[in-house]
């Protein structure tokens, strides 16, 4: 007989650590398992979150695209009004000096009278087109909508107020198409005693 079947507690022994190895292997089985189903659901949120940030991108660019579109469309629109539209101008302000020197001339009446209708068809049509005329007679200069083109005393305007409006400026809406061409107060005359003096 061998050694093993004549000492029983050796076989009880054998059987003890074969049991314990079969249930360590079935108690970490199922923490296997469950580790693999939560790296499974990590990765799945990983993407998942990847993808919703790619969608939140993808929806914020086009959002973008949508209002730069419609900006450069609106700026089209502008540049494409303002080159009509600065001819026109033209055109109008030549007529409006023909119109001025007619009447100091005192022109046959119903000659000026047909000139004059035909100017106020030519302010309804701007003001259809919502082009506003600028006058700045006496505003305070504003080098956004003014140009500069000479310095004047005046007793009657403050410094850096607008003496004379040699160019009428036009906008359409809030956008400027030409600015008003202006000559700008230096306020009142230095006398001749102060003149002397320096």
Request: charged share 35%; hydrophobic share 35%; aromatic share 6%.
């Amino acid at each position: 007989m061998s050694e093993e079947a004549l000492n029983p507690k050796t076989d009880k022994a054998a059987t003890e650590t074969t049991d314990n190895v079969e249930n360590k292997s079935d108690a970490t089985a199922p923490q296997t398992k469950q580790d693999d189903a939560s790296k499974k659901i990590a990765d799945l949120e990983a993407q998942v979150n990847e993808w919703r940030d790619k969608c939140f991108r993808a929806v914020a660019e086009l959002d973008n695209a949508r209002k730069r579109f419609a900006k450069e469309k609106e700026d089209v629109r502008f540049h494409t009004t303002q080159i009509i539209c600065l001819h026109i101008i033209e055109l109008f302000d030549s007529f409006k000096m023909g119109l001025d020197s007619a009447e100091k001339q005192k022109t046959d009446p119903k000659i000026l009278e047909g000139f004059q209708m035909i100017f106020r068809q030519f302010q309804a049509q701007l003001k259809l087109l919502k082009i506003e005329e600028l006058n700045p007679l006496n505003e305070a200069f504003d080098p956004h909508f003014h140009d500069a083109v000479s310095h004047a005393y005046s007793d009657t305007v403050p410094e850096d107020h607008i003496v004379q409006v040699v160019r009428h400026g036009y906008k359409c809406g809030d956008r400027l198409l030409r600015a008003a061409s202006v000559i700008i107060s230096k306020g009142k005359a230095p006398k001749t005693e102060e003149v002397a003096q320096k």
